[in-house]
């Protein structure tokens, strides 16, 4: 069960971790950081990249074989957010879009009504809809309800590496969830990832914590561990948490070691 | 009939990088032909000429800080031949470079280069707020620190294009004011180019110096063609009247929220802001966004800048290669060399690119400093690149 694949509308993905490109210091070490990350989807900002240049950040990927997820980084309204996916769509042939649609620069976090406008847009457009959205229960019900194939919200705000700031609200977005949850924003190390996973993500998406890192092809590579290894302790059921000590060595059957009877 | 030129080296590309290759080959006595439809223009004519080695430090680029460093240190000797040879000033000044942070979180980014120029030896000083404005007065209240960088100084890349440009003329060099059309090659080596007006242009050696186009060359062999893009950056240049002489006094840089901005203020005046970073291919549109961006960050830094005139608003395209670092010396084609892909860093390198390019073309061997930067590094990646 742990082979599972993730799937996303009609995309199946063997690796759980979903890359963005955005901060990293070179291509050179983008191009590394992502083969060590293990990635099968990366997430390009459409308004920042020339699909038809060639030596940038899309050809990296399609020499790695990494398939691209356009996004609408830098929208602030549903109406840019879908100009910009149709542009993507035309110039990548691919239907699926991160739908971003931010409300502000200070905080980047996302606008829920433009959000939830664009998406609906979207959906019937045909889009293979993947939306960062608010760690709100209620919002990300309401995107599934117009047909995203996935819900992805932040755990804190962009580039913050603050990392899962309110676990409950995750659990109860995985509780209801009828499409995937996949965590975007806010990891900032290995731990972050591997809790994610553990609160019953069905996927990690990141950028910054990677791209940022001082060694960034040594943290994909940690990330990549930290997915696998949290999926694989929320498949195993974890422990429950207890008040006290419960010995993990048995208690019978011990060597006897008191000095005053002999151990035969 | 097509006219033809021979010459001991060619020189692809009249960049600033180009003309100090041409210049220094030429003083070593090699006979030196410069192609391009006009020299002396090209990224110079945008940047905005700080010369940053110590606060434009990256991680996992000790590498290139060294040669960063040592062209750095060429440029007071550098800038005096040039102006003695030529009589062009090139707005050399030895001013500094204050690097600040305006919020806790861009603060903290500051420290963190600050602990990595320490680890790497460099001279830089940690100063308060309130110490950094009393150093710059125009820097917004609300600045919680910076780096005193009185290393990292300034020229001005017009003036430098135009004096390498003088300098060529009397050194010798040849200029043909045409596009390279297409490499030649003759068995297995390059010998030449032919130039959009049908000459053929002989010569010894070719060297490949042209800039974000440098990919772009046809007849270059795949696996010599240098993977070499253009990065997009949209600058601004506005003007302090007398009255507000000096305003800055020297350059003042920052991340506001993680985005880069500095203001270059040069002796005549001009104050240079720049720049985005676009992967947008070869488009050099300025756009709304584009300045909207750097007056917003630029007037949180500096607040008094809205009281100055707006006077020129461009673009131009950074040669950049994988790694940020240059391309410099021999390829796998016999008789071709690059000098490009110096990305950020090309006003900086000019002093040690034209040294080293010269060495290599008389020595045929690069100079220990340069070494790291043959185009050879990437060879076995682009061999990779083949479809499978």
Redesign the interface.
């Known amino acids: 069960m742990a082979d599972d694949p993730l799937v996303l509308g009609d995309l199946s993905l063997a690796s759980r971790l979903i890359m963005g490109t955005g901060g990293a210091p070179s291509l050179d070490v983008l191009e590394r950081a992502l083969t060590a990350s293990g990635t099968e989807l990366t997430t390009v900002a459409m308004r920042r990249v020339d699909p038809s240049a060639h030596g940038s950040v899309l050809s990296v990927l399609q020499r790695l074989g990494i398939r691209v997820l356009p996004n609408t980084a830098g929208c602030f309204t549903a109406g840019e957010a879908v100009l910009t996916a149709r542009l993507a769509r035309e110039a990548l042939g691919t239907d699926l879009v991160k739908l971003e649609v931010v409300a502000d620069e200070r905080t980047l976090l996302p606008d829920p009504v433009e959000l939830l406008d664009a998406a609906e847009t979207l959906v019937d457009d045909g889009f293979t809809v993947l939306p960062y959205t608010n760690d709100d229960p209620v919002l990300a019900r309401r995107l599934q309800d117009v047909g995203c194939a996935a819900v992805m919200p932040l755990g804190s705000p962009i580039g913050s590496g603050l990392g899962i700031r309110n676990p409950h609200n995750f659990q109860l977005i995985v509780e209801h969830a009828r499409v995937p949850v996949i965590l975007d924003a806010g990891a900032g190390t290995a731990s972050d990832v591997a809790l994610a996973m553990e609160l019953g993500c069905a996927g990690v998406m990141l950028a910054s914590a990677v791209t940022r890192a001082q060694e960034p092809v040594v943290m994909a590579e940690a990330m990549r561990h930290a997915v696998e290894a949290g999926r694989l302790a929320r498949l195993a059921g974890r422990i429950p948490k207890r008040h006290f000590a419960h010995p993990s060595s048995p208690t019978h059957g011990t060597a006897h070691l008191d000095p005053e009877r002999p151990a035969f | 009939m097509p006219s033809s030129r021979t010459s001991d080296v060619l020189v692809i590309g009249g960049g600033i990088i180009g003309l100090v290759t041409a210049w220094r080959a030429a003083q070593r006595g090699l006979t030196t032909v410069v192609v391009d439809p006009e020299p002396g223009g090209g990224a110079a004519q945008v940047a905005a000429g700080m010369l940053a080695a110590v606060t434009e430090l ?4 000790q590498t290139l800080l060294g040669l960063n460093l040592a062209s750095a240190a060429r440029y007071p000797d550098f800038a005096a031949e040039l102006t003695e040879l030529t009589g062009h000033g090139l707005g050399y000044r030895r001013c500094g470079t204050l690097a600040v942070a305006l919020d806790a979180d861009d603060r903290a980014h500051l420290r963190e280069l600050h602990a990595l120029q320490r680890d790497s030896g460099l001279a830089s000083e940690w100063l308060s707020g309130r110490e950094c404005r009393r150093l710059e007065p125009m820097l917004a209240p609300g600045v919680r620190g910076g780096l005193r960088v009185d290393g990292d100084h300034q020229i001005d890349p017009r003036r430098l294009a135009a004096a390498l440009l003088a300098a060529c003329e009397s050194a010798g060099v040849v200029f043909h004011r045409e596009w390279a059309e297409r490499l030649t090659v003759t068995g297995d080596r390059a010998v030449g180019c032919v130039a959009r007006d049908g000459t053929a242009l002989s010569a010894g050696r070719v060297v490949l110096a042209a800039g974000s186009l440098s ?1 772009r060359l046809a007849g270059v062999p795949d696996d010599v063609l240098p ?4 990065v997009k950056g949209q600058v601004l240049r506005l003007t302090v009247p007398r009255r507000y002489a000096p305003f800055l006094s020297r350059t003042v840089r920052a991340v506001v ?2 985005s880069h901005v500095y203001l270059v203020p040069r002796v005549d005046g001009e104050l240079v802001v720049g720049a985005t970073s ?6 050099t549109t300025v756009t709304a966004g584009g300045v909207y961006e750097l007056l917003r960050d630029a007037h949180e830094l500096v607040p008094g800048i809205t009281e100055l005139p707006l006077t020129e608003t461009r673009a131009g395209l950074r040669p ?1 290669s ?3 670092a240059p391309l410099l010396g021999p390829t796998a084609l016999e008789g071709l060399l690059l000098a490009t892909g110096h990305f950020r860093n090309g006003v900086l390198l000019t002093p040690v690119t034209g040294d080293a390019m010269a060495q290599v073309l008389t020595t045929g061997e690069l100079p220990d400093v340069a070494r790291p930067f043959t185009p050879r590094r990437f060879r076995a990646a682009a061999l ?2 083949q479809p499978a």
Do not use: I
Request: overall charge negative.
């Open positions: 990256h991680y996992g680029e990919g993977p070499v893009r253009p929220r993680g676009e992967e947008l291919g070869w488009d950049g994988p790694d940020n990779s690149e």
